[in-house]
């Protein structure tokens, strides 16, 4: 077993344009306040059809081998993590390794069970890491998806879309994963689903809420056994408060917050053995709001300017909170949730390393914000429009790739 492994590097890559989310409510008669402060997002990114999930890896994947001057035959596997692939049977991780020119000595597949398939992803190449199957080789575990819920649905504010990709070895600058303490929690439930053929999730929402909260619940109870029996955290009233930071799965900001209070209600009442009252209710509420502030809100800045990107999204969370505290972070265990509609979901910890200021700025992700483009809802609505298979003449920029057309049912991809 390795002694240290997880994510050396990140990169995100983004579709080009975003919809500021005080338009959309207004065009849709709701108030901007519902979307800002009741969801908790800002902005929306919007994929147009030649930005599909193969090309956003293939973008995310490019930028990760440039910033890092990585050799891509050091590179032992690729594995991608999505649930908006796009064909039935070849795999996104095969595109992203043509376009990539990638050497065939690569074991190469997605993974998919909706927006845990980026974990799923990142297990797979960290344990074969770890195993010691790598043979000193690093992995690459890309996370991309299109959140789709259509024009005038409830879910429509909190769509999105984007690819980040995580380099993964044995010198983890970013976070040292804790290979093995880990809570895991599944049911069998309709909460989100995409049926065959359909481009939109079909979801209940509400139900989908208290799925994901009963979720946290049996994850973070099983990471917090295993996180004692290891020593990294010790007995004490709210456990869950020796994470220097907490990273959820954010399909919108504020679903962050109510998984942050549901992690302490379990702690809370664990400890006193019983449901809290009325009283120890209105004492836990100011303080699960202070702790959400310093241990969850430095997480949320890149999903409420981008959305939701499924499978991307903890890893988002992820990228944002090294962003803008890596310095205050390092040498500290943090903890992350990921969570799949269908569903799946793991509590998961980690070390932040001692060059994660360095490494995280070299993902220049204040630029990957500035350079998209603020579209209104007018054109927005024509997007979501467009067929998916007909992409638009638009060049890629620089280093990036496009879905470039279909002939024989063979896709082709274009790199600026
Ligand atoms: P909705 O029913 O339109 O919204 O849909 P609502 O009425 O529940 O209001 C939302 C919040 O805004 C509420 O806050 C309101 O009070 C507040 P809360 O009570 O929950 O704290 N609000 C306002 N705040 C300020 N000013 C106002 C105002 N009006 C209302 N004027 C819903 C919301 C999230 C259900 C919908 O957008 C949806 O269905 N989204 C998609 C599903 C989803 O994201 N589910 C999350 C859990 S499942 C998951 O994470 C998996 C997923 O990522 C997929 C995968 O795994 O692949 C989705």
């Known amino acids: ?96 390794q043509g376009m990539l020119r990638f050497p065939q ?42 959140a789709r819920y259509g024009l005038n649905t409830s879910g429509e504010p909190t769509q999105g879309a984007g690819a980040v990709a995580m380099l993964v070895s044995e010198s983890p600058e970013l976070l040292a994963l804790d ?27 509400h139900y989908s809420i208290q799925c994901y909260l009963e979720a946290v619940s049996g994850s973070y109870r099983g990471w917090r056994a295993r996180a004692l029996g290891r020593d990294l955290i010790r007995s004490a009233e709210v456990p869950s408060e020796q994470l220097a930071r907490i990273a959820y799965h954010v399909p919108f900001c504020k679903m962050a917050k109510k998984a942050h209070a549901q992690v302490r209600r379990c702690d809370i009442e ?33 999903s409420a300017r981008v959305g939701n990107i499924y499978t991307g999204s903890l890893y988002l969370s992820l990228a944002s909170l090294l962003h803008k505290e890596a310095a205050l972070l390092t040498g500290k265990r943090i903890g992350l949730f990921s969570y799949g509609s269908g569903c799946v979901s793991e509590f998961f910890s980690g070390v932040v ?19 998209r483009e603020r579209i209104g809802v007018e054109e927005y609505t024509r997007i979501l429009e467009l067929p998916a298979d007909r992409p638009l003449g638009t060049p890629p920029p620089p280093g990036a790739f496009r879905y470039a057309g279909t002939v024989d049912y063979r896709r082709s991809y274009a790199r600026g």
């Open 353 to 371: 390393g001692p060059r994660a200021p360095t490494a995280i700025n070299s993902a220049g992700l204040d630029r990957v914000l500035a350079d």
């Open 1 to 96: 077993m390795k002694q240290q492994v997880g994510i050396e590097a990140i990169a995100v890559a983004l579709p080009r344009r975003y919809i500021d989310l005080g338009d959309l409510a207004r065009a849709r008669g709701v108030d901007p306040a519902k979307y800002t402060q009741g969801l908790g997002g800002l902005e929306m990114s919007v994929a147009e059809p030649g930005e599909d999930t193969a090309a956003l890896a293939a973008s995310a994947v490019a930028k990760l081998l440039a910033n890092r001057a990585l050799d891509p035959s050091r590179i032992g596997m690729l594995v991608v993590g999505t649930e908006t692939g796009v064909d039935h049977s070849k795999a996104v991780a095969s595109y992203v």
């Open 270 to 302: 664990d400890r006193t053995g019983k449901a809290l009252d009325a009283s120890a209710e209105a004492e836990e509420t100011p303080r699960a709001a202070a702790s959400f502030e310093t241990q969850v809100a430095p997480s949320l800045g890149l």
């Open 179 to 205: 290979v093995g303490v880990s809570g895991t929690c599944s049911m069998d439930v309709h909460d989100f689903w995409r049926p065959l053929g359909r481009r939109e999730a079909v979801v209940d929402g």
């Open 105 to 146: 000595s690569m074991r190469t597949f997605d993974c998919q069970h909706a927006c845990y398939g980026g974990t799923a992803a990142l297990n797979s190449v960290a344990e074969w890491i770890a195993s010691g199957a790598g043979a000193g080789r690093v992995g690459i575990a890309v996370c991309s998806d299109i």
